[in-house]
């Protein structure tokens, strides 16, 4: 193999052949080893790599063989178009909670003050884009695990004003409110299936964010209840489900909301469910 750029590009290609996106990858890898972009790689495909460039670039590769997700490696993913910090202690945010975002900002006015509860905020993505896209909204975002990434994420996408952190797990501390909005994405996979993932997910991601109990209910049978109780009249709860909950999460809510509604993400899958308290 020759130095060439478009050569180690095709040798990884090569190599990560047992990913989902091959190509993808080792484009994303060598453009984060150059500090370059994806663009320029196809303006400079006989660009020489140094030694120390070829190092760099191979070591990234030999990682991502092992399935270390692609976002670990490079440290960030994009969001909403935006990029975020991650690490193995946080959930890489998928592309496909976007659809959350999309629900939340269709209910509420841009202009309007809003009162946001974020439970389990993790890298921070929801609270943070939320704050971004409502300039007037105040946010309080729950986490257990280490908040050091979400106050990094804010603080990257100067939010700090408007987003309070606090630590603990949401089944215990007092989430204080009321509030217009309560969103989440929680753990909501079985238990027995977590060890199904892929690779990428069980071997590298943090099993607290993906474990939801053993029919991957337990977060549902919490917040839904509670979220009644701390959101104001006509107050919207936004859930992130998996896609064979639907049913169970709406059991759940019945008889304490209204306007429930299923919302599939692009794939045509259920991934979120929308229900707001009842007038009176």
Not at 2 to 28: C, H, M, N, Y
Not at 149 to 165: G, I, P, S
């Amino acid at each position: 193999m020759d130095q060439t750029l478009i050569s180690f590009l095709d040798w990884a290609q090569r190599k990560l052949s047992g990913v989902a996106s091959p190509r993808l990858d080792a484009e994303v890898l060598m453009a984060q080893s150059l500090d370059i972009s994806r663009t320029e790689l196809m303006t400079y495909p006989d660009r020489i790599l140094n030694r120390i460039e070829a190092k760099n670039f191979c070591s990234r590769i030999e990682r991502r063989v092992l399935r270390e997700p692609v976002s670990h490696i490079t440290g960030v993913q994009e969001f909403w178009s935006l990029e975020f910090a991650v690490n193995e202690k946080v959930l890489t945010p998928r592309p496909e909670t976007e659809i959350l975002v999309e629900q939340c900002l269709k209910a509420f006015s841009k202009t309007s003050p809003v009162n946001i509860l974020d439970l389990g905020t993790g890298s921070g993505i929801l609270a943070i884009v939320l704050a971004k896209e409502i300039p007037q909204s105040q946010i309080t975002a729950i986490e257990k695990s280490d908040l050091e990434v979400a106050r990094k994420n804010a603080l990257r996408h100067a939010v700090v004003d408007q987003v309070r952190f606090v630590s603990g797990d949401l089944m215990k501390v007092d989430w204080q409110g009321p509030y217009h909005l309560i969103v989440s994405n929680p753990p909501y996979i079985e238990s027995e299936n977590v060890s199904k993932c892929m690779p990428e997910v069980r071997q590298f991601e943090p099993i607290e964010a993906l474990d939801g109990g053993r029919d991957g209910l337990d977060y549902y049978r919490f917040i839904v209840p509670m979220a009644w109780e701390k959101l104001e009249e006509n107050g919207l709860l936004a859930l992130e489900i998996g896609h064979t909950q639907a049913a169970a999460v709406v059991a759940l809510m019945e008889g304490s909301y209204q306007d429930i509604q299923v919302v599939q993400d692009y794939s045509g899958y259920d991934r979120v469910m929308l229900a707001r308290t009842l007038n009176g």
